[in-house]
């Protein structure tokens, strides 16, 4: 389908469009994590928005307790792993900044083509440029990504057992 093929040429087109943006501008979704947005108590809201992006975009392979159960799991040759077990695995620390990495995308084997845990943090991008096309936008996009993946990783501490 023509149609088809030139919409998913523009969305490479926009990912591209918006990564140099953010280069340009020195806006690195990464280097957010140190901002005041993963530090400090979760609020009652963040867990609530990240609750929402969980189920929406996390439990179909993790489940919706977290525990790796999801039902697209037994499709994965990588077995998701159990989240509210992350602390447990470090020696019982939950590393925020380590967490942020892994669901960002940076820090995962996603990044070389190997892994099955998709890269969030392109994908959190691309959704908040929306139609943008001004550098403005990206660096926007990128502070709302980044926000979006500190709920979740304060969301993936609340679980921890
Ligand atoms: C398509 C399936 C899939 C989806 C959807 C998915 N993940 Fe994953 N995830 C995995 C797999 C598989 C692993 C195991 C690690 C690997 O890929 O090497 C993993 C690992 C992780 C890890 C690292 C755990 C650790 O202790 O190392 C975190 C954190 C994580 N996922 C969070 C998330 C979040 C948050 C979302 C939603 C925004 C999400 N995942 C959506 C498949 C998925």
Same mark, same amino acid.
């Given at each position: 389908m023509p149609a088809n093929l030139s919409m998913s040429a523009l969305r490479v087109w926009r990912l591209l469009l918006v990564s140099s943006a953010l280069a340009l501008t020195g806006v690195q979704p990464v280097s957010a994590t140190t901002e005041a947005g993963l530090a400090g108590p979760a609020t009652p809201e963040e867990l609530e928005t990240a609750r929402e992006d969980f189920m929406t975009y996390c439990s179909g392979c993790h489940g919706e307790d977290a525990r790796g159960r999801g039902p697209v799991a037994i499709e994965l040759k990588t077995k998701p792993a159990d989240l509210t077990a992350i602390a447990q695995r470090n020696g019982g620390t939950f590393d925020r900044e380590q967490v942020y990495k892994k669901i960002e995308g940076l820090d995962?084997? #996603?990044?070389?083509? +190997?892994? *099955?845990?998709?890269?969030?943090? #392109?994908?959190?991008?691309? =959704?908040?440029?929306?139609?943008?096309?001004?550098?403005?936008? #990206?660096? +926007?996009?990128?502070? *709302? #990504? +980044? =926000?979006?993946?500190?709920?979740?990783?304060?969301?993936?501490?609340?679980? =921890?057992?």
């Open positions: 995962m084997p #996603a990044s070389h083509g +190997t892994s *099955e845990m998709p890269v969030w943090g #392109a994908w959190f991008v691309h =959704q908040a440029v929306g139609e943008g096309v001004l550098i403005e936008d #990206a660096r +926007t996009a990128a502070k *709302e #990504a +980044t =926000q979006r993946i500190n709920n979740l990783v304060k969301y993936l501490e609340s679980l =921890q057992k």
